[in-house]
């Protein structure tokens, strides 16, 4: 049986991990941290929900749960317009992921899976690509014993605070999806409950043995096979 916790589970991947972590049976506890009380459908004698509004407390709680998560999973992150500037943005997206991260290693946590992005660099002249970059960088240097990359090009699913572009690439991308059986949007977009069964996927293959590698850069295509393809045969009904 296997302990996580997860930060970001409000957020579009983030929340449908959450919702796998509490479904599966191989998983035994489900630690959240969250600054507001989490709407969870079906209550959970798993879930240890840690509710703390000042996130920087987050490193201290998540070191004092019990049992230590073996895995951590991070959705956590923001947009620009959000966090009303990109210093806000990096503080969330950066500052607040390392914190929880190093607080998890130091408590004996063994696997790390963030989601990321796909095309990001630390030299982009993009700013949300080279803070990308730099929050896989720093992830790398807390070294973990595997650390799991899910780098999905577009988020398909629906986003309150989505601008206009973004609103028209994911009506594409659901169009094509639908029209060609995922042919031509597989390789660009991936659906955001897909990309949480392909970062809970490779967390718990991680714990099993089965990493390519002490960092699994988990790709477009690795994201549509391990949580589209794969999980389909690993947890069919029997």
């Known amino acids: 049986m296997t302990s996580a916790a997860?930060?970001?589970?409000?957020?579009?991947?983030?929340?449908?991990?959450?919702?796998?972590?509490l479904e599966l049976p191989n998983i035994s506890s489900v630690t959240a941290l969250a600054r507001r009380p989490l709407q969870v459908e079906d209550a959970s004698h798993k879930l240890n929900a840690l509710?703390?509004?000042?996130?920087?407390?987050?490193?201290?709680?998540?070191?004092?749960?019990?049992?230590?998560?073996?895995?951590?999973?991070?959705?956590?992150?923001?947009?620009?317009?959000?966090?009303?500037?990109?210093?806000?943005?990096r503080k969330i997206d950066f500052d607040l992921n390392m914190e929880v991260a190093k607080a998890a290693k130091e408590s004996g946590t063994e696997v790390y899976v963030l989601i990321s992005s796909a095309f990001v660099s630390t030299s982009s002249m993009i700013p949300y690509s080279r803070l990308k970059a730099e929050i896989e960088e720093a992830a790398k240097a807390l070294d973990f014993k595997h650390l799991v990359l899910v780098k999905p090009g577009l988020i398909v699913g629906d986003r309150s605070e989505a601008g206009v572009a973004e609103v028209a690439l994911r009506t594409v991308a659901k169009f094509t999806g639908k029209l060609t059986g995922g042919a031509l949007k597989n390789f660009w977009a991936q659906d955001k409950d897909v990309i949480a069964k392909a970062a809970v996927s490779a967390g718990m293959k991680c714990l099993e043995g089965q990493a390519p590698g002490k960092v699994w850069l988990v790709e477009q295509a690795d994201i549509v096979r391990l949580g589209q393809t794969e999980w389909k045969k690993e947890h069919a009904p029997k």
Do not use: C, M, Y
Request: charged letters at 15%; aromatic letters at 4%.
């Open 51 to 89: 509710v703390e509004p000042d996130s920087s407390q987050w490193g201290t709680k998540l070191r004092a749960a019990r049992p230590t998560p073996q895995i951590l999973f991070s959705g956590l992150g923001t947009t620009r317009a959000q966090a009303k500037g990109l210093e806000n943005q």
């Open 6 to 21: 997860i930060v970001g589970s409000t957020g579009q991947v983030g929340s449908h991990i959450l919702s796998l972590l």
